[in-house]
């Protein structure tokens, strides 16, 4: 059985950080993309940052403006795990935190055919 599950969330004031991590167990991850969304209450879930799969032992990582400079997405496949540092947190980070991984279209969160549970980041002002 595939799964992933995130750890790592919990309050945080604003400026502070968090490191979130999603251990995969089943299967590995290798020649796939990896990638974190978020979702805050009523608004849909929104991609954070991906790694991406680019051939051998290669991989580029991509944010989301929001978060450019203040997160990093990174894995280690010999622990079959992806992190997401996080610094400079704002209350606009508060958002349920979901990591993903699948082979289409980095993007597009339809592309992920495997998500975790998901980790509650909350950021107080």
């Known amino acids: 059985q595939v799964q992933l599950v995130e750890s790592g969330g919990g309050l945080v004031q604003a400026g502070g950080s968090l490191r979130l991590s999603c251990a995969a167990s089943?299967?590995?991850?290798?020649?796939?993309?990896m990638a974190w969304f978020r979702q805050a209450p009523g608004k849909e879930r929104d991609l954070v940052a991906t790694i991406r799969w680019i051939g051998g032992s290669s991989y580029i990582a991509y944010y989301a403006d929001s978060v450019k400079g203040r997160f990093t997405i990174s894995r280690d496949n010999a622990k079959n795990t992806l992190y997401l540092q996080m610094k400079s947190l704002k209350p606009e980070d508060t958002a349920v935190y979901y990591c993903a991984a699948g082979d289409g279209d980095y993007s597009r969160a339809s592309a992920y055919g495997y998500w975790g549970q998901g980790t509650q980041v909350t950021v107080s002002s």
């Open positions: 089943g299967r590995t991850f290798t020649s796939d993309n």
